[in-house]
């Protein structure tokens, strides 16, 4: 499994029009699991949006951000990184006027190959938990 960690930071009065874009190096496959830890501290003042291109990426909303105060943003995804270069582009900004911040993201990328039969699983269990009215329980 392949995991990519970026430490990304933006010193204090960091505006939106001013953020700080960071070309985060991936690698081909698919993004399966996306962690986004900001530190205590942040107060909600450190932003950050990722995109692929021009296209924002996460979050799903156009023009809102991630930010928070000690918090893992932890999601399962599915994300095709077919197309060279296989990066992202980080927007961090920090609205404090006192003190700098950073974020901590990590992605797991794996080849499709790998993720196919545990999509499958997954499709298999939701369909049968859908037509019994009750989840798969695990060992």
Known sequence: MSFFWFTLSAPKNTTLANAINTTLILHHGVINH????IPNGSAGLFHLQLFDALHQLYPLSTGEDFHG?????????????DVEPYTLVSKCWND????????????????????????????????????????????
């Open 34 to 37: 996306v962690s986004i830890y």
């Open 69 to 81: 105060d000690d918090i893992t943003i932890d999601f399962k995804e599915w994300y095709d990184l």
């Open 96 to 139: 404090d006027d006192t003190f700098s911040h950073e974020i901590i993201v990590c992605f797991s990328v794996l080849p499709k190959w790998i993720l196919i039969p545990q999509l499958f699983t997954d499709t298999l269990k939701s369909a049968w938990s859908k037509l019994v009215g009750k989840e798969i329980e695990e060992d």
